[in-house]
Nanobody, 122 residues
Framework: QVHLVESGGGLVQPGGSLRLSCAVS????????MGWYRQAPGKQRELVGV???????NYADSVKGRFSISKDDFKNAIYLHANSLKPEDTAVYYC????????????????WGQGTQVTVSS
């Protein structure tokens, strides 16, 4: 069983930045793929980005060039660096852990955090 806990969300003005954190209960070496998803009110959950086994990353077109994923193996944590935030980035952000070496569909992830709210507004 893997427990994931997100933090770092909040209210930010357009153009601002946030760093979301996801604390992982197991060693990062025991997890193949980590993903960040988001869900806005009335919309389906969508992929934000993936860090696959080996450390390669991939991002949704909507956040490419603005968001990035990093990890800290010593702290068993993964981060989402969100820059140049826009109102349309407002959503609950979730981290997820999966066993495939690469996963970009929600059903491929086995464990999910509870989410952290990000609101982009002036």
């Amino acid at each position: 069983q893997v427990h994931l806990v997100e933090s770092g969300g909040g209210l930010v003005q357009p153009g601002g930045s946030l760093r979301l954190s996801c604390a992982v209960s197991l060693s990062m070496h025991s997890i193949n793929t980590m993903g960040w998803y988001r869900q806005a009110p009335g919309k389906q959950r969508e992929l934000v980005g993936v860090m696959a086994s080996g450390g390669s990353t991939n991002y949704a077109d909507s956040v490419k060039g603005r968001f990035s994923i990093s990890k800290d193996d010593f702290k068993n944590a993964i981060y989402l660096h969100a820059n140049s935030l826009k109102p349309e980035d407002t959503a609950v952000y979730y981290c997820a852990a999966g066993s495939p070496r690469y996963a970009d569909h929600a059903h491929e992830y086995d464990y999910w955090g509870q989410g952290t709210q990000v609101t982009v507004s002036s």
